[in-house]
Structure formats: structure tokens, C-alpha cells
């Protein structure tokens, strides 16, 4: 297995990659490679902080409004901010699997008002309840009714914690970006959550490959939350025309080929607009990390990176 995933990972289109594969018991396969800065050729270690993304809403939010929040409660409920708004009368369940009505995104960053408050007064497109559309808003929501204590969270839970990362320390650059007009290093790519001061629930979190891969062990082994809860989350609380599948949080196959061509019966996972993957393989007994910064130096990259990600999938599907 070994030597197939490292052809795998010398053929991946992207600057820099990390790669694990996990069971029940151990890690079977991890590696680093590539260059985590074009305009420096720095390359990437195991030490390298990746920004995360869309892995904040799963491996740092996720696990926060599961212990903390009644899930078929009213967002207004649980957040008296919420009360009057828009969206204050979906509830806690609706947010994680993306049926509250909330529109995918919003550039709320090209404005110079608060951004949670204009998340609170969004227009919902649907009513609560109806079609799934996978939300970055309410996500973003959530992590802010968690409060200013979210990062703290996050480093108690599994040591992921949010930038700037330190120029001390090593972190994996991203886009060329055209609104702040440079490379982004160290900091969140996503605009909604850098105007939110780099702290929010649906993106900002940082990692390396090893806290990753643990955070991701631990939904491995059904070990962050009680059972029942654990069952939850696999559960297909959103669906679409299109043939879309949420969980909480998590996204079921075959929702936009995340599992790749073969998914298994019970797989789960999610990805990370920058590059990143998780999937899951429970039936089949394994999971899979993948990070990389496949917007580096520009976004326009996802088919290929989709496609090396499908060659990944299909070959552990086989192994």
C-alpha cells in the first residue's frame, strides 16, 4: 500500500499535500511533501500549520454545539442574540445539517458592518425544514452563539487552535488573494471569517497533519461525543434534488463525489474549500486525511484536484 500511495502523492497536482491513512488501531500510512510556498520553494513538514477551512465546521464547531446545545431547540433559544431574526426560528438541528433556509454564502466582508449581524439579518431562501443547501452561514452562526471562548475549545478538545499563525512557526500559504492583494500565509483564506477577526465556526481553525489526523480519529473510533449522537451526525437529516445527503455537520455520500467513485455503505466526511479532505470508511474499517493548498496561487484548480482525490479514494477502495 505503501508504494502505490506514494506514486499517488508524487502525481498530486497540488504545491504541497499531507496524507494519512488510519484503522481502529493505528496510523497505516502518513506522509508530507511538496512546497508549502511557491514564492519561497519553502518546503512542507509535519510541523507546517494548515489553514483548514470548512474543517473548522466539523472538527472544531461540531463537537462544541453537540455538548452544549439541544439540538431540536430554536437558534433563539440557545442565542438570545438570535431572537427576532430571520433565521432565529430554525433550529440548532437545521443549522448543522443545512435545511434552515440560509443561502450558501454571502460576502459580507465587502461591507464594513458586522458581519455576524448581517449573517442574523440575512433573508432565508427557503423556510426551515425544506431543501438542503449546504451554508456556510450556519455554521458561522453557530460558532458565534458558542462565544469568544470557541478557540479556547478547540485547543482543550484536540489542540487545533486559530491564526494568524506566529511567523515563528511554519504555515502552508494559500491564495494570491485579489481583496487583500497578496499571498495569504499563516492567516485565514476565508474573507467572511478574516473580517470576523479570524474566528469563526464555519472557517479559521489551523492544524497540522498529526492534530488533524487525531481530531479525525477520534470521530473514527466514535469517541468525541456519547453514541446516540454519533449515530446522529451519519444520519441523513438533509437531502436535495439534487441528491445531496447531510448528516450534522457531515456530508453522505453520494453528495458532490466526496467519497469518491466507490463510496461504502455508512461513509461519511467533508472537505475544505482550500484543498482538504476527510472521508470515512467505517464499514471497510479505515479513514482517510488529506490536506493540501490546491489554491495555491489561485482557486481555479478544483477539477484536478478532484480527480487526484478520486484516484486516492478508488485505490484505498480496492486495497
Known sequence: MDEQLDRLLAAAPMPAVAMTVFDADSVRYRRVRGVA?????????????????????????????????????????????????????????????????????????????????????????????????????????LGAALGPDLPAMAAAR????????????????????????????????????????????????????????????????????????????????GTNAAGERFGLGWWLPPTRGLGGPRPGPGSYGCSGFVGHRIWFEPAYGYGVVILSNRIHPRRDTRPAFNAWCDEVLAYLSNA
Open 158 to 237: 484536540s489542540g487545533l487552535r486559530f491564526g494568524p499563525v506566529s511567523g515563528g512557526e511554519p504555515a502552508v500559504a494559500t491564495e494570491d488573494c485579489p481583496w487583500r492583494q497578496r499571498i495569504i500565509v499563516g492567516e485565514v483564506h476565508d474573507e467572511n471569517a478574516y473580517a470576523m477577526g479570524g474566528v469563526a465556526g464555519h472557517a479559521g481553525a489551523f492544524g497540522t497533519i498529526d492534530l488533524v489526523t487525531a481530531a479525525a480519529r477520534a470521530w473514527f473510533a466514535d469517541a468525541v461525543v456519547n453514541p446516540e449522537l454519533h449515530y446522529a451526525v451519519r444520519h441523513p437529516w
Open 37 to 141: 510556498d511557491l514564492t519561497t520553494g519553502r518546503p512542507v513538514t509535519a510541523d507546517t500549520w494548515w489553514d483548514l477551512a470548512s474543517l473548522t465546521k466539523t472538527l472544531v464547531t461540531l463537537p462544541e454545539v453537540l455538548a452544549r446545545f439541544d439540538l431540536d431547540a430554536p437558534l433563539s433559544s440557545v442565542w438570545p442574540r438570535a431572537v427576532g431574526s430571520p433565521v432565529g426560528a430554525a433550529s440548532v438541528r437545521q443549522l448543522l445539517c443545512h435545511t434552515a433556509g440560509l443561502p450558501a454564502t454571502v460576502p459580507f466582508y465587502r461591507t464594513d458592518s458586522d458581519v455576524v449581524a448581517q449573517a442574523l439579518a440575512a433573508p432565508l431562501d427557503r423556510p426551515p425544514g425544506t431543501e438542503a443547501v449546504y451554508s456556510d452561514l450556519g455554521f458561522l452562526l
